[in-house]
C-alpha cells in the first residue's frame, strides 16, 4: 500500500463533477488512503484547510475548475509554511478547466481520472512529471475581497464572458472546443467592431519586474488585457510574448489596434508578426507586480467582479511558485 498522504478536496457543483462526482467518489471508496473531502462552498473549503495542513499531506488533489483550484491554492498558501507546501494534483472537474490543462491533465476527463487511479494503484510516487506555477493574488476589488487566480481577464474578455455564459455555457457545453467557439464568435465581433463585443475599457498600468525597472503606461483604452501564471491557455494559445524572466505575463491590446486581423492569429500563438508593434497598439509584458487602475469589470478564474475604480488600484502579486504533479 502506498505511504505517500493524500488528501483531496471535492467541488461536486463544478462543471464536469455535476457529471462524475459519484462515479469518482465510488471508485475512490477501494482507496482508503485517500482522505476525501467534499466541499459545497468556499466557506467549507475554508473550514477544511486548516485541518488538512494539519495532516501535512504529501499531496493535495483538487478535483474542481479553475476557480475551485484557485481558491484552493490560495487557502493552502495561507496555511502552509512555504518551505514544505504539498505538491498538487488536478482532476479537471470543472467546465473550461484551463489550469489543468496547462498542467496537462485535461485533455479529457475519463483519461485524467484513469491516470489519476493508475498513480494510486503505482502506490502514488512523488517523483514525475512534475510542473511549477505561481499563482496572482489579486487585492483592490471592490468588495475588498483578496482573490487568487492563474488566469485574469478585461475588456473584450468580459462580453466573451458573457457570450460564453449566455450561449455556450447555459447549454452545458465545456472544455477547450467551447471556449474556441467562444473565441472565434468573440473575435469576429471585433474585427466587424461590434459594439457587443469591441468595448474598450480605460485602463493605466504599472509593471514591475522585480529589477527595479517599472513600466509605466497611462491611462488608454484598453480592446482586451490579460494576465496569467500559464504558460498556455487553451488550444495552445500562448498570448505573451515579453521575454523578461517574471512570473506573470501580461498583453494589452488598446481599443483601435492597427491590422487587428492580421496581427491577432500571431498573438494568440504568442509568436507577434510585424504588425503586432506598440504603435499598433499591442504590447506584453512579464512582471512579478502588476497594478491596474481602472473602474469596471474583471474575470478571475471564471469569476467575475469589479475594481473599486478611481484611485484604489487592482494590485496582481505573483506567489509561488507551485508544484503540480501530473500522474502518467
Ligand atoms: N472548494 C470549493 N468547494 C465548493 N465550491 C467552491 C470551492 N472553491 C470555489 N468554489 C465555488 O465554485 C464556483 C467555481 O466553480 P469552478 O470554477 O470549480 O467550476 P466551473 O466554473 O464549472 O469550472 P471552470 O472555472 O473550469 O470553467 C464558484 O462559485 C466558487 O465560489
Redesign the pocket.
Known sequence: MSTTRICM?S?P???NNRKWQAHIEARLAAYPQVAHHV????Q??EALVPQLAASRPDVVVIN?????IA??LGMILSHWPRESLPLIVLLP??????TAGDIGTASSHRRALKRFFRWLDCGAPLSGDIRARHIMRVTGAADGHIRHGMFLGTGAIMQATRFAHKTVHSRGL?GELSLGMVLIRSVWGLIRQDARFYQPTHVAMTVQNGTGADVTRDTAPMLILVASTLGRLFLGIRPFWAKQQAPIGLTAIQGGARRFARAFPSVLRGHPNRHVTLENGYESFRGARIELRFDGELNL???LFATSGGDVPLVIEAEGPIRFLRPK
Not at 64 to 68: A, I, K, L, P, S
Request: proline fraction near 4%.
Open positions: 478536496i467541488n457543483t463544478s462543471g466541499t459545497r462552498s468556499p467549507e473549503a474542481g475548475g479553475d476557480g475551485t481558491a484552493a472537474g470543472g467546465t473550461a478547466n484551463m465545456g478564474d471564471g469569476e
